[in-house]
């Protein structure tokens, strides 16, 4: 019952977890103060004693309505109050340590403020369990639209379909997820870039020489699409094809910023 009053206030599934648990708690202290109410001697303190003891106990009942009534009330009107004003988006970066995801954390955060859109952006440290409970608390919020760079397109994956069942869009940001609905992947062409990258070596070292591909964080859609390409535009290299001792690669799962 005070569930379905909740969602007829259009409080958010958060904020309905935080009014129901002070509710409970509520009630085991009112429950307690009425059993100790009746363990206390009331015959021979005669029916002025009883009078008496029923003005502290009124008062408390009284003090627990109100906390409730204003908790209820509380979280009525600052959820009405942010979905009126502004809408919340959620974004989760895989890592605030490299400096591509600064700039894209404080470029999303510029455009927010223009929009008047209320942004929270979270760290997932390159911890793809962590993001995952971003991902979901950013779900039970009742947030009206998500980005997410994953850590891993994979582990993304369960996350983003809860948000899918939630009918909040979902954009990938750098990175794909797999497995699951985005409404768009914002992202540069690594297959390309990578191709270019060692076209260019290949053509700057003559045609001879060793290549090291660094692949990025691995489980990442931009490490895989970048180090397909890598080796192959390496051997494609019209110098490289020419010589006999073209060009060999060799791949290490490091990140590009280390």
Do not use: C, H
């Amino acid at each position: 019952m005070l569930r379905n009053g909740l969602n007829l206030l259009s409080v958010s599934a958060f904020w309905q977890q935080v009014v129901i648990g002070v509710v409970i708690a509520l009630a085991v202290l009112l429950d307690t103060l009425r059993r100790r109410a009746g363990a206390t001697p009331g015959a021979s303190s005669g029916a002025s004693g009883g009078v008496r003891g029923k003005g502290p106990q009124a008062v408390k009942y009284a003090v627990a309505a109100v906390v409730v009534a204003a908790v209820i009330g509380a979280v009525s009107f600052f959820n009405s109050g942010s979905s009126g004003t502004s809408t919340k988006v959620g974004m989760s970066l895989s890592t605030l340590n490299n400096p591509f995801f600064v700039q894209m954390k404080e470029g999303a955060q510029a455009e927010a403020e223009k929009a008047g859109i209320d942004l929270t952006v979270t760290d997932a440290q390159n911890d793809a369990s962590q993001q995952t409970n971003q991902l979901q608390n950013f779900t039970g919020e009742g947030v009206k639209s998500i980005i997410v760079n994953p850590v891993d397109s994979d582990a993304a994956g369960p996350a983003v379909r809860g948000a899918n069942k939630q009918d909040i869009p979902v954009v990938a940001a750098d990175r794909g997820v797999n497995k699951a609905e985005t409404a768009t992947l914002v992202a540069s062409d690594n297959v390309a870039g990578g191709r270019l990258a060692a076209k260019t070596l290949a053509e700057k070292l003559g045609g001879k020489g060793k290549v090291v591909v660094l692949q990025g964080t691995p489980g990442t859609s931009a490490s895989a699409s970048a180090g397909r390409a890598s080796p192959r535009a390496s051997r494609r290299t019209p110098a490289s094809t020419s010589s006999p001792g073209s060009p060999r690669t060799s791949t290490a799962p490091r990140a590009w910023t280390s």
